[in-house]
């Protein structure tokens, strides 16, 4: 009550103030025209009782339960880490950052005693929608109320593109059908292939569950917890990324509404354009997807692991430079393992994070290096040739001076090392902020090694000095992307397609309990100057992945759409005509300016189309 009333005075100063700015704002609860508790009612009638008052889970961490949640705050804190249950929870994102940090349980990462609980970031009302129709009228009657609309499938956006305030969000969890069709007839094609026909809204532990037991497999990610929806229309990375092309360039059919209320199925035949957009750069901002039809491909024999690690033997500098010599042989490499058939990962880190990770006797002033590569259908042998060939590449560019340790390579059954878990990850937290870049070959190989030895000395600074980075590659680009046939490319990112590896750097240091707004413009501004400055020296013409990169850099445009760009406003503008989508660094999101602070989302009236 007491609040309310509070909310209600503020309104009327705020319209007073500035009623002009209002208007070119997408609506909220401040404002005159928000629709009322009874035309949220009619709504709810219209979509069966599917409408849900956001209530944030964490509530009852606070006094008197302000929003009444029925999860004991002991049960939401001790599992706020868990991907799996932000996934579960309806409001809730992985990364509360992005929502403002709005009611936190106490302890954990990004709580303030100061701030309470609120809806604040969060979306206000969200559709439990059971059917695609019930979509369609909710994203109809948001679009017809300037209301903002989010899509959320799992909440865990790096980006917290699944999240927004003053929102109604549409949940995509009851679109968890998955059906295996062996003969899928290919639209406009005398030919068929195998598919599963999956809802929009299962993860990929499911999917990958249900493939097993019909003997395929699928391209997806790593993580069993995150969604298709997400990782498939942004593109998508996973084990097999590498052998078959991407996530996006698996998909033969999507079922879409959009927010002005159609319902499309679109495919190499009907719809092409939107079939066009949503297979790399759709996420959150075409319209919701309902279901995917996903060619499967057949399980590999084994999978073949084994690694090496490598850092300098003492705090010396010399010893230092030995490490940084070693890890650019080593980047200058991952083509050729992967033209080989090899995927993984390839991890640097510095500073005291080394030390800590990977429990190092003192602080060395080079990098610590963690090599986990995997081989399908593949022998130890062949493995164990691998790594120790590159253990010796690394002792010579290392002249010596490095502790190098190899990782026995192992055989298992390809099920037995993916079988989903989804209560690994808890990776969930308050902040996820970093940056990426594509890097193929004359980024790796063709660029002179003291080059390549300073770019990565750049690429991996640390906001707080003696703190240390992580430098993370991803073995996932290579012959799958690039031997994609044209018409299954969709509107991924051009520069996947000469690409061997995505890598992450990180770096930044953030004040988690501070103010969310304040602390991601600091962390955009050192991955600015001390980052994105480096990757466009270093690769100026590659990019990087959406799914997983900077949204907040600079040449967001040049970096995560590239040429594809202009097409894609077109195509945003023909599909969401209201623009009620929006996401950071999404297409047309220069038209819009978002702030955590007011929670308000307001068109540009000044921008170059
Ligand atoms: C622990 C972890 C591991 C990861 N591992 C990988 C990996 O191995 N490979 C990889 O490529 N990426 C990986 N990612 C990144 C991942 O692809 C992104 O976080 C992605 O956005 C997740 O999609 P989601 O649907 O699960 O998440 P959400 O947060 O629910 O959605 C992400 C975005 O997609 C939109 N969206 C979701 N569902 C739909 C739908 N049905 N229709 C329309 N829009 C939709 C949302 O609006 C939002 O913009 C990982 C992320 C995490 C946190
Ligand atoms: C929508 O209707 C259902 C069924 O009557 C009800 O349980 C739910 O609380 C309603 N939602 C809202 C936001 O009022
Ligand atoms: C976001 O948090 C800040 C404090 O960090 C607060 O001042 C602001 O009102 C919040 N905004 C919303 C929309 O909740
Ligand atoms: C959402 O809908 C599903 C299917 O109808 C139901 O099982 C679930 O309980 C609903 N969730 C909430 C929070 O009401
Ligand atoms: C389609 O393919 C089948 C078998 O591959 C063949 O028998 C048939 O004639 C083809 N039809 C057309 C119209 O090409
Ligand atoms: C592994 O071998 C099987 C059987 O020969 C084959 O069908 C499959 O495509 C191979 N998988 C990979 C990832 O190379
Ligand atoms: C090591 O290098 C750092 C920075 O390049 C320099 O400040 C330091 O003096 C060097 N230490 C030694 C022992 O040479
Ligand atoms: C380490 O490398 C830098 C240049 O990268 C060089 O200036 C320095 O002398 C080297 N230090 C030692 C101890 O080899
Ligand atoms: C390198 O290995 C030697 C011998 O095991 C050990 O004494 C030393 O502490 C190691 N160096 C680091 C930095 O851990
Ligand atoms: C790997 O190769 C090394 C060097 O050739 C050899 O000593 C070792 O026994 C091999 N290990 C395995 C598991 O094959």
Redesign the pocket.
Same mark, same amino acid.
């Given at each position: 009550m007491h609040l309310s009333f509070a909310v209600v005075s503020w309104c009327l100063t705020f319209l007073a103030v500035s009623p002009v700015e209002s208007a070119k704002c997408k609506t909220s609860p401040r404002d005159s025209n928000w629709p009322s508790v009874q035309e949220w009612t009619s709504l709810n009638l219209s979509i069966q009782g599917?409408l849900?008052k956001t209530i944030p889970v964490a509530s009852s961490c606070y006094p008197g339960n302000p929003f009444a949640s029925s999860h004991e705050c002991s049960d939401v804190r001790a599992h706020w880490k868990y991907a799996a249950y932000h996934s579960r929870w309806?409001e809730s994102n992985d990364y509360s950052v992005w929502n403002n940090n709005s009611c936190l349980p106490p302890g954990v990462s990004g709580y303030s005693k100061e701030k309470g609980c609120s809806v604040g970031g969060l979306p206000q009302y969200i559709v !439990?929608a059971?059917t695609e129709k019930q979509i369609a009228t909710a994203m109809k009657w948001a679009s017809d109320n300037n209301i903002r609309i989010i899509i959320k499938s799992t909440g865990h956006d790096l980006s917290g593109r699944s999240t927004g305030a003053y929102s109604l969000s549409i949940?995509t969890? !009851?679109f968890n059908h998955i059906q295996h069709q062996p003969a899928w007839k290919i639209p406009g094609k005398n030919k068929t292939i195998d598919v599963v026909v999956c809802g929009g809204g299962n993860n990929w532990g499911d999917v990958y569950t249900a493939v097993h037991r019909i003997g395929r497999t699928v391209v997806g990610g790593e993580d069993a917890t995150v969604g298709l929806g997400g990782l498939i229309q942004n593109g998508g990375h996973g084990l097999l990324s590498s052998t078959y092309g991407l996530a996006s360039d698996q998909v033969y059919q999507v079922t879409v509404v959009t927010s002005d209320g159609r319902h499309l199925i679109a495919n190499d035949q009907q719809n092409q354009d939107l079939f066009w957009a949503v297979r790399g750069t759709g996420g959150g901002q075409f319209g919701v997807i309902t279901e995917f039809v996903l060619q499967t491909h057949p399980v590999p024999a084994n999978i073949v692991t084994g690694g090496l690690t490598f850092y300098p033997q003492d705090s010396s500098n010399a010893t230092g430079n030995a490490s940084w010599a070693a890890l650019a042989g080593l980047a200058s490499k991952i083509p050729d393992l992967m033209d080989a058939g090899i995927t993984g990962t390839v991890m640097s880190i510095t500073g005291k994070q080394a030390v800590s990770y990977a429990g190092l006797s003192e602080a060395v002033s080079g990098p610590a290096v963690i090599v986990s590569l995997t081989e399908f259908n593949s022998s130890t042998k062949r493995m164990n040739d691998t790594i120790q060939r590159l253990a010796t590449e690394a002792a010579d560019n290392g002249q010596a001076s490095l502790n190098i340790s190899v990782t026995n390579p192992a055989s298992r059954s390809y099920w037995s090392s993916t079988k989903p878990n989804l209560l690994s990850s808890q990776s969930a937290g308050a902040t996820s902020l970093f940056t990426s870049r594509l890097l193929g070959r004359p980024e790796l190989y063709d660029v002179p090694r003291e080059k390549l030895i300073h770019y990565l000395q750049r690429i991996s600074v640390s906001q707080v000095p003696d703190q240390g980075a992580m430098l993370l590659f991803g073995l996932q680009g290579g012959p799958g992307p690039s031997s994609t046939p044209e018409e299954r490319r969709g509107s991924v990112l051009p520069a996947w397609r000469s690409a061997y590896a995505h890598v992450m750097a990180y770096g930044s240091s953030f004040d988690e309990s501070g103010d969310p707004q304040t602390g991601l413009e600091i962390g955009a501004k050192f991955y600015e100057d001390a980052k994105e400055s480096v990757w466009r020296d270093w690769a100026p013409n590659t990019g990087s992945y959406m799914n997983e990169g900077n949204p907040f850099a600079a040449n967001w445009k040049h970096d995560f759409y590239g040429v594809n760009y202009n097409r894609l406003l077109g195509l945003k503008l023909k599909y969401d005509p209201s623009e009620s989508i929006f996401v950071t660094s999404g297409i047309g999101s220069d038209r819009w300016l978002s702030d955590l602070h007011s929670g308000l989302l307001c068109r540009i009236e000044s921008t170059s189309e």
């Open positions: 599917t849900l309806p !439990n059971t949940l969890h !009851n």
